[in-house]
């Protein structure tokens, strides 16, 4: 009768071990969709912007039409982008089409002087330091679910139901090297 308890307690026990385990890494992995789910609300706002910025140029610039043109392309690359890879390498294209639209305005005293342009201008600004909190908050929370998902003994639970690794949001490789600064 005590073995029998004892089993029964044992039992109940592991059941519940498992259920917590379970619970935590469905959290967890909710924690990293929430956090992608962030980076790309921040980036379809950027997205947005990017038109309205083009028109703007267009007025001074319309003879620019490479430069705009590498815009264009580069924000309907990173609209299109799938996973955390292909979006962060899309939106480095983009960032460096942008840097270079940026620099066109210097030729254009006309252009720094408008409003909408310079309000266009910090919009953007303002939306890359969301951006980039928005990438550390997700690459935490990989971080904290592949973490749980790798150590003993919830990988076990994982194993046995699913939970996969989850992919960072990182930089393109060129991206991590020193900066150069040349002049």
Known sequence: MIALAAVGVLALALLLFLV??????????????NAWAQIDVQ??????????????VKGYAAH???TL??????????VAAQ???????????????????FALSEAYPGLQANQNFAALQEELAAGENRIAY??????????AYNNAIQTVPANIVAGLTGFVP???????????GPVRVRF
């Open 134 to 143: 928005s990438r550390q908050y997700h690459n935490d929370a990989v971080l």
């Open 83 to 101: 996973g955390p890879r292909d979006q962060a390498q899309a939106e480095d294209l983009l960032t460096g089409a942008l840097g270079n639209l």
């Open 20 to 33: 917590t385990t379970y619970n935590g890494l469905v959290r967890r992995r909710g924690a990293v969709d």
């Open 166 to 176: 989850r992919e960072y949001f990182q930089a393109p490789g060129d991206e991590r």
């Open 64 to 66: 620019e039409r490479t």
């Open 69 to 78: 043109e590498a815009v264009v392309s580069a924000r309907r690359q990173a």
């Open 43 to 56: 980036l379809e706002r950027r997205h947005d912007l990017i038109p309205n910025l083009v028109e703007t």
